[in-house]
């Protein structure tokens, strides 16, 4: 009979299991009391580390988290310093996450392209394609509409939203 590939698995080979963990990370949700969104980041730095260190994949990794910070919520650059703490440390990486709606496309190529440089420059954050030396990021919509999806038409604006990403060095949309 079929079997799959679980029952065909040899316990004596190695096991490659992949979780992709694409966080909105929101710090400032809900807009709390400014020491509300400083005690989350602060828990972020300080427990994440503990919890997970003690975890490693076959090359000696840690659980990586993907931290997708809203562009439309950089009031507090100290937080993308905590988060390049944690990058540094070898826990994940920061990406890129927008909420809009009613935008066009030039505006969102605008707030695409700053908060990449701001990142890249300001913040050490993101990367560069090793061909083109492009800078690229992940993205998610913040709001689950990504080119206009949604039946109502609220909360993005932008039909050729894919084509705009690419443009602006997206490697992957994970909405």
Not at 30 to 57: C, K
Not at 81 to 86: K, S
Not at 99 to 112: C, G, M
Not at 121 to 143: A, K, W
């Amino acid at each position: 009979g079929y079997q799959t590939p679980w029952m065909r698995f040899q316990h004596h080979e190695p096991l490659h299991v992949f979780i992709a963990v694409c966080d909105h990370f929101e710090p400032d949700n809900a807009r709390p009391p400014r020491h509300v969104a400083d005690e989350r980041m602060q828990r972020w730095a300080t427990e994440y580390p503990q919890l997970f260190s003690g975890f490693e994949d076959a090359d000696g990794r840690p659980p990586q988290h993907s931290f997708f910070y809203p562009q439309d919520e950089y009031f507090i650059p100290e937080y993308l310093d905590q988060l390049r703490v944690l990058r540094d440390a070898g826990f994940g990486d920061v990406e890129i996450h927008l909420h809009h709606n009613n935008d066009s496309p030039e505006r969102l190529i605008k707030k695409l392209e700053s908060f990449r440089e701001t990142l890249y420059h300001r913040h050490g954050l993101l990367r560069r394609d090793q061909e083109t030396g492009e800078i690229v990021y992940g993205f998610i919509h913040g709001n689950w509409a990504l080119c206009n999806s949604r039946p109502d038409s609220r909360w993005c604006g932008v039909n050729d939203k894919l084509t705009i990403l690419q443009k602006t060095g997206c490697y992957a949309d994970f909405t």
